[in-house]
């Protein structure tokens, strides 16, 4: 692997990587983070790559300019919690309250800023709704899971093992609750369907109902959710 820059301003980190299996230069642009991948046969030079990457110059500055902008949490920020809108803004007293449009946070003046206390506000509320929806899910399913565990992933919402352990994006708790609901009931049902065959989505549909809408609005708003920096 081989980090490069397209010239220009501003230039673009480039990432080569070499793959045997690759046939050709091939140009990935992440939906997360914005990053420039050029997967390129073990014999082909890096002089290829860069050429191939100058070529597609415009495609990659305009896919990055429709790309949307981070955003730093902290005061007067807008943070989206359960899909609505909430500005964060100082409050007194030592607890996090999460109100009608906005989320009160203690303005502890030692610290480097509020974004990771709410980081963890937000992982412990992702918690109690996430296990709330999968022991509902689980009960009707007549299944039970061994354990649930939050990360931060960036390549998928959940996931369900074979030992029957499930996995959440804790940033679920920032989309709206019928999507966090049906991420949930999409892993449960994996504790009877290890795969995607119509049977397992027959199975999510038993269990949380027409599911288009909420797997649509992932589809189209989710990576919008890892615009937030914590």
């Excluded at 990360?151 to 998928?156: A, V, Y």
């Excluded at 989309?175 to 009877?192: D, F, G, I, K, T």
Aim: proline letters at 6%; hydrophobic letters at 40%.
């Amino acid at each position: 692997m081989a980090d490069h820059h397209l010239p220009g301003d501003p230039p673009v980190p480039l990432t080569l990587r070499r793959s045997a299996r690759a046939r050709r230069i091939s140009l990935r642009i992440s939906g997360l983070d914005g990053r420039v991948t050029l997967t390129l046969p073990t014999r082909v030079p890096d002089r290829e790559a860069l050429a191939f990457a100058r070529e597609k110059e415009s495609w990659i500055r305009s896919h990055l300019a429709g790309r949307p902008e981070a955003v730093a949490v902290t005061f007067g920020a807008v943070l989206p919690i359960d899909g609505q809108p909430r500005r964060i803004v100082a409050g007194s007293g030592r607890r996090i309250l999460l109100q009608d449009g906005a989320l009160m946070v203690p303005d502890l003046r030692s610290d480097a800023g509020p974004g990771r206390r709410i980081q963890r506000y937000l992982q412990e509320l992702a918690r109690d709704r996430l296990a709330e929806a999968s022991d509902r899910y689980s009960a009707a399913l007549g299944r039970s899971y061994s354990r649930i565990t939050l990360r931060d992933t960036r390549s998928r919402w959940g996931s369900c093992s074979s030992e029957g352990a499930l996995m959440y994006s804790w940033r679920l708790i920032l989309a709206p609750p019928e999507v966090l609901r049906y991420v949930a009931a999409h892993e449960v049902a994996h504790l009877q369907e290890m795969n995607h065959s119509q049977a397992f989505w027959d199975l999510v549909q038993g269990l949380y109902g027409n599911y288009d809408g909420a797997r649509g609005w992932l589809r189209s708003e989710g990576n919008h959710l890892h615009r937030f920096r914590f």
